[in-house]
């Protein structure tokens, strides 16, 4: 399977964004995660679904601002709805697979071993 995220750009602090993950070859299975990563920082996990069932985790910085939501009936794309941007959630945006595991648990880059490409979100002050 391949990844492709999409749906990054510029937006000002208190805007939304929806960026898309979609999948080509086989469709998603285990877990979708999705990471950031700015200049000079470690990836971090932002925010997993368990693509069978739909149960979600995220990281405590975008609880409550973003979504992760996926679409069954395609079977091939992941979503992240991000509401109330501020400017420290700029970073590169990644998706990614981790096929076995905890949700909960998958929190680190190391457990996913399927990466998209990244795409850019900008928040200006």
């Known amino acids: 399977v391949q990844l492709q995220a999409s749906g990054g750009g510029l937006v000002q602090a208190g805007g939304s964004l929806r960026l898309a993950c979609a999948a080509s070859g086989r469709t998603f299975s285990g877990n979708v995660g999705w990471f950031r990563q700015s200049p000079g920082k470690e990836r971090d996990f932002v925010a997993g679904?368990?693509?069978?069932?739909?149960?979600?985790?995220y990281a405590n910085s975008v609880k409550d601002r973003f979504t992760i939501s996926r679409d069954y009936a395609a079977k091939k794309m992941v979503y992240l709805q991000m509401n109330s941007l501020k400017p420290e959630d700029t970073a590169v945006y990644y998706c990614?697979?981790?096929?076995?595991?905890?949700?909960?648990?998958?929190?680190?880059?190391?457990?996913?071993?399927?990466w998209g490409q990244g795409t850019q979100v900008t928040v200006s002050s």
């Open positions: 990614a697979i981790a096929p076995r595991g905890i949700l909960s648990t998958l929190r680190a880059p190391s457990s996913y071993d399927v």
């Open positions: 679904i368990r693509w069978s069932g739909g149960s979600t985790h």
